[in-house]
């Protein structure tokens, strides 16, 4: 039979097509060693007798157990759980006035990509459901060369120099006297780091936020964080901020959903994107670009260069200039997930960077980090991370180097290979540096552009709904609520208290703590042993935005429903009629019915027809699905309401503000429950109960428009709170 892959490998997707000569099928196969020998006897090693002692000269036991023995290589030391696929790239328009560079000027050309998702803090064996940053990688196999995109799905950071890189993940990682706690940054630590860095406040609104808890990887933005460089073929620059808009739209989990999904599927956002995959639903996302002439650099109430600031939109809008489309799953994770190898330095031309400090640093990390991960200089010759571009050049030998370089000439200039490999002119696709001029003493500080601390991070809150406010207070109580040392979260506290009164002081509430009268003196540690305090003392600038909308995810509108996974619950004499149409009005809306069931196999509607069960009570869970419907059918209805699971399950949809849907009599199933108890009982209007995404004997249209709505927040406001 041949390989699902294989097949698909027919488009014209030449990275695709390039991996096909290292991709092994094993179908109809004999079993082989790695030297090709065939193998007769794969379950007993060569012994003196049956009962006797294992012989050393059992190459083959050898060649087994040594090979499983070397398996591992180290992960990553940030975004080591992560998850990849393959796709393409194509521009809407030629970006000519902007840029050279080959796959932003052709809208007929596919740009083979692949793409990788992760968490940054926790290690490869972690959840994905973490509060984290998600990193967001993708490696185009241009014409001109490779360019890795290595973004986040956040668009600032926690730092503003690359030199305190190794200190901030040295203080979020596992406490190294006891290793704990993993994938989260709720503890002393870290919070002790942050703390005395303020111009972390404003990626720690971000952090707090629902963006650092995704429903799904294909559900989050993805942005380049720093600040770049555009050069067109006149050798004029512009700088440009990357941003990625998923079509999927941009939402969230809840976070007591998070922590309950990371018991019951850690792997949630993986299998998502895997399946999406699968099913053809393939997650789709439009480049945008921030574009800002050099003349205009300096006229922002804050740096361009500044990786803890945004450019807000409503000052210079993002304009969508092409899509990229994942459409096929890795073979081999190992091979292509874990193999692959982003680097900010790889770019092409009409391409360049900034002087953002840390960007500057991340320019020689990656390098050096693949050359410990993969373990040789040649890892670019893993075909994961092979260029489509011919690479042609002096570089020889290392360890595990595959290419065969022919001739007696490794080295330029020479006359022996009549100068070649030679360098290529401007005109011939050659490489050079944006020539940008440079009058300055050698220093070690930063510019008094980059105090402002505090202005973005109110901006931030301040962007927030009520609903997504709450939730920012909530998180920052959870993880400050972790911290063991008073004097931690009194520091953060007094930073808190520099964004926005509100926030402080139900944060100070939430932890039983008074809010100080003013933060720490000093408040900034990021300078040197013998600068002057006063001269990096942070500051809180003046915005001239004063909210975002572009920065809320409550601003999302999408009316598709598309991917999303919908649960029947439902038992023996269900109403298959109602079943049927429901569940054939959410499949036409692209949307994926999971019936769950007190037992696996198969249950009989109220007509005797068999219905197929997709999971139990015992495997299934509210957490990991978006919606809920209830059918009806007496004899389903009397099963479910002897089943704990069943009410459970409809009382966490609740809690976590899901569309809920029953048929007229599973609305006695609902009456059972704490919704019943608590809401059905104070009314009976089916359109305010609609409003609470609350759908009862309705036709599936309502519902659709529900799940459409994604989660219905209003119900965490006191009234309608569910309690812990």
Not at 280 to 286: A, I, L, R, S, T
Request: hydrophobic share 40%.
């Amino acid at each position: 039979m041949e390989n699902k892959n294989q097949q698909n490998r027919t488009e014209t997707n030449k990275k695709l097509q390039d991996l096909e000569q290292d991709t092994s099928y094993s179908d109809g196969q004999f079993l082989t060693t790695n030297q090709g020998l065939k193998v007769n006897d794969d379950h007993n090693s060569l012994k003196a007798g049956d009962r006797g002692p294992t012989l050393l000269e059992d190459f083959i036991l050898r060649e087994k157990i040594t090979h499983f023995d070397h398996e591992r290589i180290p992960e990553r030391v940030v975004h080591a759980r992560g998850t990849g696929a393959h796709g393409y790239f194509q521009v809407y328009e030629p970006m000519a006035k902007y840029t050279k560079a080959g796959f932003l000027n052709d809208p007929s050309r596919k740009t083979p990509i692949f793409a990788r998702f992760s968490t940054v803090g926790g290690s490869r064996g972690s959840t994905d459901l973490a509060r984290d940053v998600r990193g967001f990688a993708v490696k185009f196999y241009t014409e001109e060369g490779i360019y890795d995109f290595v973004g986040n799905n956040i668009p600032v950071f926690f730092i503003q120099d690359a030199i305190n890189f190794p200190d901030l993940i040295h203080a979020v990682k596992p406490e190294p006297h006891n290793e704990i706690p993993q994938a989260s940054s709720a503890h002393d630590t870290f919070y002790d780091f942050i703390s005395l860095m303020p111009e972390s406040m404003h990626m720690i609104m971000w952090l707090m936020s629902d963006r650092a808890i995704p429903r799904s990887y294909r559900m989050m933005e993805g942005f380049g964080v720093h600040t770049f460089r555009l050069i067109n073929e006149e050798g004029k620059a512009t700088f440009v901020k990357f941003h990625w808009k998923p079509l999927q739209g941009v939402f969230s989990v809840a976070w007591d959903e998070a922590q309950k999904i990371s018991g019951k599927n850690p792997d949630f956002h993986r299998m998502d994107l895997w399946e999406a995959i699968e099913n053809g639903d393939f997650p789709e996302w439009e480049l945008g670009v921030q574009l800002i002439s050099e003349e205009d650099e300096h006229k922002f109430d804050f740096d361009i260069l500044d990786s803890t600031k945004i450019v807000p939109e409503e000052l210079v809008p993002v304009q969508r200039i092409g899509k990229m489309v994942l459409n096929r799953n890795p073979d081999s994770y190992f091979a292509e997930t874990e193999q692959v190898a982003f680097h900010l330095g790889h770019i092409v031309p009409g391409m360049d960077f900034t002087n953002d400090p840390l960007l500057q640093g991340r320019l020689f990390s990656y390098t050096d980090t693949q050359l410990t991960r993969l373990g040789s200089p040649n890892f670019h010759e893993i075909p994961i991370n092979r260029s489509i571009a011919p690479v042609v050049n002096n570089q020889r030998e290392g360890h595990m180097r595959q290419t065969i370089n022919s001739g007696r000439v490794a080295y330029e200039p020479n006359k022996i290979a009549d100068g070649f490999p030679k360098q290529a002119k401007v005109s011939e696709g050659g490489f050079t540096s944006y020539q940008e001029r440079i009058d300055a003493k050698k220093i070690r500080a930063r510019s008094d552009s980059f105090r402002d601390h505090f202005s973005q991070a109110t901006l931030f809150f301040n962007s927030m709904s009520e609903i997504e406010q709450n939730h920012i207070i909530d998180a920052l109580r959870f993880e400050l609520g972790k911290v063991d040392m008073e004097e931690i979260r009194m520091r953060m506290l007094g930073l808190l208290s520099q964004i926005d009164a509100t926030l402080v002081s139900k944060v100070a509430e939430g932890l039983g703590m008074a809010v100080p009268s003013k933060p720490e003196s000093p408040m900034n540690f990021s300078h040197g042993a013998d600068a002057d305090p006063a001269k990096s003392e942070s500051v809180k600038g003046k915005s001239s935005i004063k909210k975002s909308e572009a920065l809320s995810m409550a601003k999302v509108v999408s009316k598709s429903i598309k991917t999303r996974q919908i649960a029947f619950l439902a038992a023996n004499g269900v109403d298959g009629d109602a079943l049927n149409a429901m569940k054939s009005a959410l499949k036409a809306a692209g949307a994926t019915v999971k019936v769950i069931a007190p037992k696996l196999g198969k249950i009989k509607d109220s007509k005797g027809n068999a219905i197929n069960v997709d999971q139990s009570f015992l495997v299934a869970a509210s957490v990991l699905f978006d919606a809920v419907y209830i059918p009806g059918g007496k004899d389903s209805i009397a099963a479910l309401e002897k089943e704990g699971d069943a009410f459970h399950f409809v009382d966490e949809a609740y809690r976590h503000c899901k569309p809920i849907a029953a048929d007229k009599e599973a609305i006695e199933l609902l009456k059972g429950s704490y919704l019943g108890k608590k809401v059905l009982a104070g009314t009976s209007d089916e359109s305010k109960l609609a409003k609470m995404g609350l759908v009862l004997n309705q036709s599936p249209a309502v519902f659709i428009d529900a799940i459409s709505k994604h989660r219905f927040w209003e119900r965490e406001k006191p009234e309608e709170k569910f309690p812990a």
